[in-house]
């Protein structure tokens, strides 16, 4: 069973800096399909990142520049940079299992497994 455990959020002034990891269990594809989520108060869940084999990157544009998506063994990582008050919220991993299409692998964009969240809160 695939498992995801974020860690790391907690409590900053704005312009401060955390870093979210997103530990895996039983999530080892060579040809990973991974995403970032957040949800504030009161709004709907949004993707902030995804991150998939070969490197691709892709962020929502009020984080581009300020947020990094990494991954190294079996954790995904989050830098997020010069954090504001709009970025409060709770953050989850999100994690897809590679499609085959015969000749190529890729990523279908929805995502099967979450982990449980962790909360950031930016103070001004």
């Known amino acids: 069973q695939v498992r995801l455990m974020e860690s790391g959020g907690g409590s900053v002034e704005a312009g401060g800096s955390l870093r979210l990891s997103c530990a895996t269990t039983?999530?080892?594809?060579?040809?990973?399909?991974m995403a970032w989520f957040r949800q504030a108060p009161g709004k709907e869940r949004e993707w902030i990142a995804r991150?998939?084999?070969?490197?691709y990157q892709q962020y929502i544009d009020s984080v581009k520049g300020r947020f990094t998506a990494s991954k190294a063994r079996n954790t995904l990582y989050l830098q997020m940079n010069n954090l504001s008050p709009d970025d409060t919220a709770m953050y989850y991993c999100?994690?897809?299992?590679?499609?085959?299409?015969?000749?190529?692998?890729?990523?279908?964009?929805?995502?099967?497994?979450w982990g449980q969240g962790t909360q950031v809160a930016v103070s001004s």
């Open positions: 999100a994690a897809d299992r590679p499609q085959w299409t015969g000749s190529r692998w890729f990523c279908r964009g929805n995502y099967d497994y």
């Open positions: 039983n999530y080892d594809y060579e040809h990973f399909c």
């Open positions: 991150i998939r084999f070969g490197g």
